[in-house]
């Protein structure tokens, strides 16, 4: 499939061509793929031509968090090599490792700034040093180079077609971030991390130290499951403001941004019917609820498409 979807692109990017470069996209595919189910099999609903694009947004941003998040072997160190090497390469003959020559690629293609760039590697950086945030506003400080600024460098590739596609392109990076913070905290405990902001565990009564006992004593005190239920609403009010954007993308663009929006919502209700066992264990939408979303949309995507390449045939 992934040769298909190279040649697709290469119709309109002549640099897919090329094999090195080929072998970076594919090698951004793995990442994707291995690291990103669920916005993986969304962006399976996206035309062909512009999937390669996204395999590349998400593999560079997985290679940079790896070097600080991984749990066996963090470097941060590389990260800022590796962070000021591509912006380096970016100025001049181009990056030179895999991950990086396809960002740069994906980057040419669809016009992305490299302030947007900049700003991811910013707060990559961050979490080199900043081991919480006092409030959701300083949270909202970080996420917007962490995630705000993926809707943004996804926004192109699905092609807006209507002014202010911006707003609810930047909210739903944020979504997706703070629904893995919920997800995730009991495992960025152990990094050392927490990403709920002190201000809202202080309002719940809560100490970095009662969810560490809670991961340890495997047990989730009352007082934290109000809080993550508190973050579980905020979370869904984000989805509310993302929402729009849905319609504001190309109607071939809709499906997958509609079922990476679901899927990932679908975290939040996960975390719920957990009981809020977050601290000590992994949560995740269930296959058969992920395929209840993700097939309809996969005919729905499919005639979208079709009808897009009738439109493109008929007389001007």
């Known amino acids: 499939m992934s040769s298909r979807d190279l040649d697709s692109a290469a119709r309109t990017d002549p640099a897919l061509a090329d094999p ?8 951004c595919r793995r ?31 997985r290679y940079a968090d790896e070097f600080v ?15 000021d ?12 490792d895999p991950v990086g020559r396809a960002m740069a690629a994906t980057m040419r293609r669809w016009d992305i700034p490299v302030e947007h760039v900049e700003a991811f590697l910013a707060s990559m950086r961050r979490d080199i040093t900043d081991t919480g945030y006092a409030t959701y506003e300083d949270l909202r400080g970080y996420m917007y180079g962490s995630a705000a600024v993926i809707g943004l460098q996804m926004l192109p590739v699905l092609e807006p077609v ?17 629904s893995n913070f919920v997800r995730d905290v009991g ?59 849905i319609a504001m993308v190309h109607p071939t663009s809709r499906d997958c941004l509609r079922t990476a929006f679901e899927l990932y ?14 601290l000590w264990r992994r949560v995740s939408v269930p296959l058969p609820r992920r395929l209840a979303v993700a ?16 439109w493109r045939q008929l007389p001007a």
């Open 20 to 27: 090195e470069l080929r072998a970076a996209f594919e090698e």
């Open 31 to 61: 990442l994707h793929a291995e690291h990103g189910k669920t916005y993986y099999l969304a962006t399976l609903l996206l035309p062909p031509a512009k999937r390669p694009y996204v395999w590349a947004l998400y593999g560079f941003a």
């Open 69 to 83: 998040d991984s749990l066996t072997d963090p470097d941060p160190d590389a990260l800022v090599a590796w962070g």
């Open 85 to 96: 090497a591509f912006l380096q390469g970016l100025s001049g003959t181009g990056p030179t």
């Open 162 to 178: 209507a002014p202010g596609a911006e707003g609810p392109a930047r909210a739903l990076g944020e979504a997706f971030q703070m």
């Open 187 to 245: 495992e960025d405990l152990e990094r050392g991390r927490v990403y709920l902001p002190a201000e809202d565990l202080e309002a719940f009564g809560v100490t970095r130290e009662d969810l560490l006992a809670g991961r340890r004593a495997r047990s989730t005190p009352r007082a934290v499951r109000e809080l993550l239920a508190f973050e579980v609403e905020r979370t869904r009010a984000v989805y509310a403001q993302a929402e729009p954007g």
């Open 265 to 278: 919502g679908g975290i939040l209700g996960a975390v719920e019917r957990a009981g809020y066992d977050v």
């Open 295 to 310: 097939l309809p949309a996969l005919g729905r995507a499919q005639l979208a498409r079709r009808r897009e390449a009738r």
